[in-house]
Nanobody, 129 residues
Framework: QVQLVESGGGLVQPGGSLRLSCAASGFSMDNYAIGWFRQAPGKEREGVSCINSIDSIPYYKDSVKGRFTISRDNAKNTVYLQMNSLKPEDTAIYYC??????????????????????WGQGTQVTVSS
């Protein structure tokens, strides 16, 4: 059974840092793209970052480029999102997803939430002074 568990969220002041973790079980992450998405109150879920299973080149939403870093640790079957220089507008619930829908290209990144078949429970990130 596919499971994803996010952790690392919390309350941080503007300019602070957090590292989110997405631990996978029930499958090998080597075969799938893994994405980070976030959803703020009253907003639609949006893609933040993604890493594919082919070349590990990272992809980012424009507003987080230079501040966030996604990485993959295959030995731990875990994907991380290092978030630096956090801003109040980064406040949201952050989710990791796996692009495991049957019949779809599974190794390549996407920022469309509908392309991802399984999700974790989410972790709250709040940036406030």
């Amino acid at each position: 059974q596919v499971q994803l568990v996010e952790s690392g969220g919390g309350l941080v002041q503007p300019g602070g840092s957090l590292r989110l973790s997405c631990a996978a079980s029930g499958f090998s992450m080597d075969n799938y793209a893994i994405g980070w998405f976030r959803q703020a109150p009253g907003k639609e879920r949006e893609g933040v970052s993604c890493i594919n299973s082919i070349d590990s080149i990272p992809y980012y939403k424009d507003s987080v480029k230079g501040r966030f870093t996604i990485s993959r640790d295959n030995a731990k079957n875990t994907v991380y999102l290092q978030m630096n220089s956090l801003k109040p507008e980064d406040t949201a619930i952050y989710y990791c997803g796996i692009r495991n829908k049957k019949g779809f290209v599974q190794r390549l990144c996407s920022f469309a939430s509908a392309d991802f078949g399984s999700w974790g429970q989410g972790t709250q990130v709040t940036v406030s002074s």
